[in-house]
Nanobody, 131 residues
Framework: QVQLVESGGGLVQDGGSLRLSCVASGLTFRENHVAWFRQAPGKEREFVAATTWADRSTVYTNYADSVKGRFTMSSDFAKNTVYLQMNSLKPEDTAVYYC?????????????????????WGQGTQVTVSS
């Protein structure tokens, strides 16, 4: 059974930082395409960042324009965990953040930005940035 569990959310002031974690069980992150999405009240779920593995030593990461230069996605294969380091947070970053995984059979170079393109989801963790 695949399970993704996010943690690390909380309340932070404008300009602050948080690090989110997503631990997987029942799958190996390195063999799949992993992403962070977020959903603010009244808005659709939107892409934040994603990581895909071309091979065991080559990792590619992509970011939404709204978070480039402020957010960094990383991985710890030994812990089967991915992270989202969020710096220079803004009130508009307030949302529930979700970890998602898409199964891959082979690296294709494609990126996936729609929630419907992912197979498994975590329960989400709330991030609130106060002004």
């Amino acid at each position: 059974q695949v399970q993704l569990v996010e943690s690390g959310g909380g309340l932070v002031q404008d300009g602050g930082s948080l690090r989110l974690s997503c631990v997987a069980s029942g799958l190996t992150f390195r063999e799949n395409h992993v992403a962070w999405f977020r959903q603010a009240p009244g808005k659709e779920r939107e892409f934040v960042a994603a990581t895909t593995w071309a091979d065991r030593s080559t990792v590619y990461t992509n970011y939404a324009d709204s978070v480039k230069g402020r957010f960094t996605m990383s991985s710890d294969f030994a812990k089967n965990t991915v992270y989202l380091q969020m710096n220079s947070l803004k009130p508009e970053d307030t949302a529930v953040y979700y970890c998602a995984q898409r199964e891959m059979t082979a690296y294709t170079g494609a990126w996936f930005f729609k929630p419907s393109q992912y197979d498994y989801w975590g329960q989400g963790t709330q991030v609130t940035v106060s002004s």
